[in-house]
């Protein structure tokens, strides 16, 4: 019985840290193809599939959590040619829109200042080789931080 619950509590907090938002599961996400995008999402890092909004080349992902603070919603856009793909991630935690933000420059990403996205949006980017991820500074009007991970073509 000892051995069952140890074996629990580890599979428990191994998937409640899968699904802490960090800057190397993005690029891990990031940098994956499509056909085998379910294994990592899925199986690694514990979320479900939402196919019913879903389209041909878009897969997007839930934490399903239950409490709005705690939620990720990924979205993965399959970007031909493009050193990535595309992603588009909604965080409702505070806590880790700010971890991320302490996090990004200790795995190589440099801040490179603020880029209004709309009236509304305003964005912190951070740099490394051809990645930009970009975090929202407030909450948006989805009730949410929004997080975006792109390939900028135009470095080299």
Do not use: W
């Not at 599939?49 to 990720?72: A, F, G, P």
Request: aromatic share 8%.
């Amino acid at each position: 019985m000892d051995k069952f619950l140890m074996l629990y509590l580890l599979l428990f907090f191994a998937l409640c840290q899968s699904q802490n938002l960090q800057g190397v599961h993005l690029e891990e996400i990031a940098n994956h193809n499509m056909e085998k995008l379910d294994n990592v999402m899925i199986q690694k890092f514990g979320f479900t599939r939402v196919k019913e909004i879903e389209d041909l080349n878009q897969r997007v992902y839930s934490n399903n959590s239950d409490k709005k603070e705690n939620l990720l919603v990924i979205t993965v856009i399959k970007k031909e040619g493009s050193c990535s793909n595309i992603l588009s991630i909604v965080n409702s935690s505070f806590d880790n829109m700010q971890r991320l933000r302490a996090e990004l420059p200790t795995i190589g990403y440099v801040y490179a200042g603020k880029k209004r996205l709309s009236s509304s949006i305003i964005l912190s980017q951070y740099v490394k080789n051809r990645i930009i991820i970009a975090l929202s500074d407030e909450v948006t009007a989805t009730g949410a931080y929004q997080i975006l991970l792109v390939c900028n073509h135009k470095m080299h």
